[in-house]
């Protein structure tokens, strides 16, 4: 596998699976503080 | 009077959103589209949920919550009487992929039971495929998927919807992450990633790519085909639309890349060649799914297992999308004054009659889904038109920024509706048009060639110029109900 994939796959994964967890984790605060 | 119902939590709106948008789109083009371009198709993809998908949603969730209405009932009170039409366009073309969906439905189901009873694997899958859709059976698994979807609704939204996604999301994600691990232990799965997520200049640089990346943006996420708004009428008061609309278009991204992560490798993997594996990305959806992967995981020890997995997968993805089509059609029969138990059975029958014509002749399948799976980008574009004709501005704290301490739609929201979405709607719908002319050269006029421009126009002008006839009457047996 080439290092640049490596690279994009990280990214990509990063981005996408980051910002889901980043924002069911904002969603959990806000709804434990109500 | 009936009960107002509502769903019980934030999460169980999340996870019916959720299993809405993770539909069939998901397992079986995703991974397609991806496998064949790449890195470059990722790109695209992933900006254009912002330019087009979270907008939308955005959109259709504030709809839902103020009007409490259906599709029909939310454009009529918000764009005036007049415009009833138009909310009967984007719920005749979500209902007309609903009559096709609940046959592809029951093709995964069929393909599962296969599956389990080791039978998948001794076959000639081509032939088999073949075979299977010209006989009787799609009518029967047709109804069979119709039936536990019809069951799921007619239970309401917290003993059906709530309880039905509660379990068929969490399986699906870990169905597919079953499928991963299998993925990425077979020899020379690292060749099938390195095509996933290889960013290639030609294809980053190829308008193709990006208008592809734009359309499997708007039909994956289930953006503005009216099923989010329906769904919202059901949320809480208190709700943060711009939080919910972020999670489910990053929760469907999500699905998607966890599905690539499984088929993708298999394939590159499995196939003889470099050329069979990106010959086998070309051949198509269902036969992508139906022929090409059970003919690879016959090469696997345990095929019966892991083709029981796939086609289980396949099946819980397109029931929790087919559940939320039928509630969008339930819930415009019960805004013209039904109860659940009453209007269920007529959508249910209703979808029973019209899913028969795909469930009968593939042709006729294909047809729908060119007709009204591109009919979706012309359902966007009018909840585009409903917000610009509102003001954008107005409707931005109006419907959206209401609720103190939510997150907020800022400045970038008016920008991508009022200008962006309409460019993308009219670009996607002009390219897909030219597209169906270079497929049918002779016969793209012809409104009874399958995919060609003529049959797309034809049947959008024919819904239009009906719902226009009876747009009076709609609106009067909508005000009746409400007087």
Known sequence: MQLTSIITMIIILLTVWGGLFYFIGKAYLREKSE | MEKVERFSSRWALLLAALGMAIGAGNIWRFPRLAGQYGGAFLIPW???????????????????????????????????????????FVALCTMAIMFYYSVVTGWALRYFLVAITGKLSVMDHGRAWQQFITSNQPIFFHLVALLIGSFIIYRGI???????????????????????????TLPNAAVGLDYFFNIRTE????????????SQSAWSTGAGWGLILTYSVYMREKEDIVLNSFITGFGNN???????????????SLMPTLEAAEEALRVGNDGL???VIPQLFNQLPGSA???????????????????????????IVMDFGFSRKKALPWVAGVTALLGLPSAVSYKVFQNQDWVWGLGLILSGSF????VIRFGVLKFRKEFINVVKGDLTAGKWFDVVVKYLIPIEALT????????????????WYNPLQTDSLGTCIFQWVLAIGLLLLLNGMIVKKLHRKRA
């Open chain 2, 305 to 331: 297992f892991f083709s029981s997995v796939f086609f289980l997968g396949l099946s819980l993805a397109a029931l929790s999308s087919l559940i939320a089509m039928l509630e969008l059609s339930t819930r």
């Open chain 2, 158 to 184: 917290s003993q059906g919807l709530e309880k039905a996604n509660r379990i068929l999301l969490p399986t699906l994600i870990f169905l597919l992450i079953v499928g991963i691990f299998r993925a990425l």
């Open chain 2, 428 to 443: 996607l719908i002009v390219w897909w048009l030219y597209r169906s002319m270079e497929w049918n050269p002779q016969g």
């Open chain 2, 383 to 386: 909840f585009t038109f409903m």
């Open chain 2, 289 to 291: 799914s139906f022929i």
């Open chain 2, 203 to 214: 294809h980053l640089l190829d308008y193709k790519v990006w208008l592809e990346g734009l």
């Open chain 2, 46 to 88: 992933i900006i254009f949920l912002f330019l087009w998908s979270i907008p939308l949603l955005m959109v259709e969730f504030s709809l839902g919550r103020k009007t409490r209405k259906g599709v029909i009932g939310t454009f009529s009170g918000v764009m005036g009487p007049r415009y009833a039409w138009m909310g009967g």
């Open chain 2, 254 to 268: 999500s699905a998607s890349l966890l599905a690539g992560l499984a088929i993708i490798p298999t394939l590159f």
